[in-house]
T-cell receptor, first 109, second 114 residues
Framework: GQNIDQPTEMTATEGAIVQINCTYQ??????LFWYQQHAGEAPTFLSY??LDGLEEKGRFSSFLSRSKGYSYLLLKELQMKDSASYLC??????????WGAGTKLIIKP | IAGITQAPTSQILAAGRRMTLRCTQD?????MYWYRQDLGLGLRLIHY???????GKGEVPDGYSVSRANTDDFPLTLASAVPSQTSVYFC?????????????FGPGTRLTVL
């Protein structure tokens, strides 16, 4: 079967760094996405990884290890507006996105 | 219009009624998707269309149908709604169907079936 695992909820402090992990088991792999979703809103794209390694984009970075079926999203210099759910999604062999349930990130002052 | 729009924003529906959720995009994207999002579960693909005139079934297609008569519109129809179809429905689009194509999402439709 296809499975993507993420922690349900995490809490972090404003100004700190947080790492959100994602592990996956899918039928084929054609890339991994991270999306951000604020409560009551639509998901919006954050990052895409298809090769092993770290992709950096401002305060956000995403890492992929294909051999381990593992990715993480790193958020630096946390701001209150980063309070949201973070969704991990993998493109499978049929080029369909398989989504994790998301990690709700709570930022405290 | 900028991006993807969905209508209605929310709807309460009696079981057994027919309902069409509308989705329109103005980005000239070839691929479009319908997802449902339920608490504690990831987004689940209902139906998709890789290009105008073609559609395909996703993970949870039962009870739903779609059509893609043109590039811009991708309506989702519930022929006879049941309470288990209570959910938030998101329409999305991407330039092409493929491994690195970012999907853009509409604002969602919150549907309650009683």
């Amino acid at each position: 079967g296809q499975n993507i695992d993420q922690p349900t909820e995490m809490t972090a402090t404003e100004g700190a760094i947080v790492q959100i992990n994602c592990t996956y088991q899918t039928s084929g792999f054609n890339g991994l996405f991270w999306y951000q979703q604020h409560a009551g809103e639509a998901p919006t794209f954050l990052s895409y990884n298809v090769l092993d390694g770290l992709e950096e984009k401002g305060r956000f970075s995403s890492f992929l290890s294909r051999s381990k079926g593992y990715s993480y999203l790193l958020l630096k210099e946390l701001q209150m507006k980063d309070s949201a759910s973070y969704l991990c999604a993998v493109t499978d062999s049929n080029y369909q996105l398989i989504w994790g349930a998301g990690t709700k990130l709570i930022i405290k002052p | 219009i900028a991006g993807i729009t969905q209508a209605p924003t929310s709807q309460i529906l009696a079981a057994g009624r027919r309902m069409t959720l509308r989705c329109t995009q103005d980005m000239r994207h070839n691929a479009m998707y319908w997802y449902r999002q339920d608490l504690g579960l990831g987004l689940r693909l209902i139906h998709y269309s890789n290009t105008a005139g073609t559609t395909g079934k996703g993970e949870v297609p039962d009870g739903y149908s779609v059509s893609r008569a043109n590039t811009d519109d991708f309506p989702l129809t519930l022929a006879s709604a049941v309470p288990s179809q209570t959910s938030v429905y998101f329409c999305a689009s991407s330039d092409e169907a493929g491994e690195d194509n970012e999907q853009f999402f509409g604002p969602g439709t919150r549907l309650t079936v009683l």
